[in-house]
């Protein structure tokens, strides 16, 4: 919750753009691509949708479709409050006198 205020109140807004979810992406997959590898090599999986042994790669890639979809609409959403908060802040900014 404190980082969630400062980014709101504390930096400078208008900055994000839809690309940088590319970026953002790249740790969950390199992190999928390692947890797929060490459960083949190991025959443990540290959550429950990641489980290829008990549900087949169908099933893993479907759920990490869906998680991807979650963390897209996430940073969408994220993007589109950076956005909203750099107009409110050039509004209220140009309404004060001087």
């Not at 400062?6 to 790249?26: A, E, H, I, M």
């Not at 947890?35 to 549900?55: E, K, M, S, W």
């Amino acid at each position: 919750m404190l980082y969630i205020t400062y980014w709101v109140f504390f930096t400078p807004k208008g900055s994000l753009r839809f690309v940088d979810q590319v970026v953002w992406q790249s740790y969950p997959l390199i992190y999928l691509i390692y947890t797929l590898i060490r459960g083949a090599i190991i025959g443990a999986y540290p959550y429950p949708f990641l489980d290829v042994a008990r549900d087949g790669y169908v099933v893993v890639f479907l759920n990490c479709l869906w998680l991807l979809a979650l963390f897209l609409m996430l940073g969408s959403a994220l993007i589109l409050i950076d956005w909203l908060l750099a107009n409110l802040q050039t509004g209220w900014q140009s309404q004060l006198p001087g």
